[in-house]
């Protein structure tokens, strides 16, 4: 197969080798350049892209802080119980059902 390579408006520049070739053409390439085994591509990105790579890594970061803030608030309501001294969950003790910071972790 054929290797291509990428450049982005950036200034990045990936490699891509071709396996397989199908007669279908991508509406994302717009030209191409280039003799033999090594060919560049200049790729025209759709509008709205740029857009929803801003919402996919808000959503990312976001998810992160909320599920890291989750695992801490349940972490503390069991490391205050542990300083009370009451009997651990692994142990067959329930009490942390009554502690409301473990309950503010899973419900967050």
Known sequence: GAVLSFSCHDSCQAWC??????????????SMEGTGNE????????????YHLYIGL??????????????ILKKKGLLKLADRGVTRAGQ????????????????S
Do not use: C, D, R
């Open 17 to 30: 080798q071709i396996i397989n070739v199908s007669e279908s053409h991508s509406p994302l390439l717009t």
């Open 39 to 50: 060919t560049n591509w200049s790729i025209s990105m759709p509008s709205g892209s740029k």
């Open 58 to 71: 808000a959503l990312a970061i976001g998810s992160s802080i909320f599920i890291g803030s989750s695992f």
């Open 92 to 107: 067959g003790g329930y009490s942390y059902l009554k502690e409301w910071l473990w309950w503010a972790g899973l419900l």
